[in-house]
């Protein structure tokens, strides 16, 4: 990701994801490397996948955890299901394995998106927890944060 396809990322999103990314957003995605990558098709932009590695407390507040957060991932609707979300996927599971210490792969999906969560399940990520009130400005407000182990990835 460059200045010169940062657009490309902006009008990729706001056709495939309800919710709007500020400048500060697409401004930080210029420092994520490979962690932020267009995705083509005959030359032309389709899709799109941005992460980060979060790092969380762990339920007992025992000490923290190193967890690779994918803020986006999409394709153009008349792509879907040629195997790009896939192709995303093991770009991921790349970077998870090569960071170091990272346990596990984790996103939010919208309850009502249930293409989204029908990917992520064959794809064997598993629903986590409901967080009510994640998103801001649309309905339905509540998200599914999914999850998948590191461990889980084939080899």
């Known amino acids: 990701l460059t200045h010169h396809n940062l657009k490309q990322l ?5 056709a ?3 919710v709007s990314y500020n400048d500060k957003f697409y401004r930080d995605l210029l420092d994520a490397g490979d962690m932020a990558r267009l995705v083509y ?3 032309m ?4 996948v941005c992460a980060r590695v979060d790092v969380v407390s762990n339920s007992k507040n025992t000490g923290h955890k190193r967890k690779l957060y994918i803020m986006t991932l999409g ?9 790009i979300g896939c192709v995303m996927l093991q770009h991921i599971y790349m970077i998870a394995k090569r960071e170091p210490n990272v346990e596990s792969i984790y996103l939010h999906v919208q309850v009502n998106n249930e293409e989204a969560l029908q990917f992520y399940k064959k794809n064997n990520f598993r629903i986590v927890q409901e967080v009510p009130n994640y998103y801001k400005r649309i309905e339905p407000s509540t998200a599914y944060e999914l999850e998948k182990l590191v461990s889980d990835i084939e080899k």
């Open 10 to 14: 902006k009008v990729i999103n706001m």
């Open 45 to 48: 932009v389709v899709g799109a």
């Open 16 to 18: 495939i994801f309800p």
């Open 41 to 43: 098709f005959n030359d």
């Open 75 to 83: 394709c153009l609707a008349p792509y879907r299901r040629l195997g």
